[in-house]
């Protein structure tokens, strides 16, 4: 190959990752330069206004303190994403802790049926009595008192004063 042929390569590659990187660059910071049909000027639109995604649809997980995400549940669907509590024998029970997590999956819940993204403590009115609890209470109990290897984090969660007290403590009692 001539020189003149490996740099015309080079330089080819060096356009497409520009071109690349530009589009990276404008999906992260949530904009995208349009022209405005009623001026001559550029404006600002957010990402997912040019695509049309306003809202999240079923099954759909956003984290709302994200400016490229949409920031709430389209009509009808609700939050069904529960990171801080387990189901044993279709109850749920907070486990002590604050994921403080900003994420939220949107689905129908109410609708009967238990979809993908729902489970016993996001959805319990279509997940109840279906067999789909985390843990059966005696699963739940042979890890809390760690015959299946080391105490279950729950169980050592239930030895601090503030915890104790809670319901999921005195399960295996």
């Given amino acids: 190959m001539s020189k003149s042929?490996?740099?015309?390569?080079?330089l080819i590659l060096i356009i497409v990752t520009l071109g690349l990187f530009s589009?990276?660059?404008k999906a992260q910071?949530?904009?995208?330069?349009?022209?405005?049909?009623?001026?001559?000027?550029l404006s600002d639109k957010s990402f997912f206004e040019e695509l049309g995604?306003?809202?999240?649809?079923?099954?759909?997980?956003?984290?709302?303190?994200?400016?490229?995400d949409p920031n709430e549940c389209c009509e009808g669907l609700e939050n069904v994403l529960s990171t801080d509590s387990i189901s044993i024998d279709d109850t749920c029970y907070w486990t002590g802790t604050e994921s403080g997590s900003p994420m939220e999956t949107c689905s129908n819940c109410g609708n009967g049926i238990c979809e993908d993204v729902e489970s016993v403590c996001g959805c319990?009115?279509?997940?109840?009595?279906?067999?789909?609890?985390?843990?059966?209470?005696?699963e739940?109990?042979?890890e809390y008192n760690g015959l299946q290897g080391k105490p279950g984090q729950i169980a050592e969660q239930c030895l601090n004063e503030y915890f104790a007290e809670e319901s999921i403590c005195n399960l295996c009692n």
């Fill in 23 to 25: 589009t990276m660059f």
């Fill in 29 to 41: 910071t949530g904009t995208i330069n349009t022209i405005d049909p009623n001026s001559n000027y």
């Fill in 53 to 68: 995604g306003e809202c999240a649809g079923q099954g759909e997980t956003y984290d709302f303190t994200d400016g490229l």
């Fill in 140 to 142: 739940f109990c042979l």
């Fill in 124 to 138: 319990p009115e279509d997940c109840t009595n279906k067999g789909l609890s985390a843990y059966s209470l005696e």
């Fill in 5 to 10: 042929t490996i740099f015309g390569i080079i």
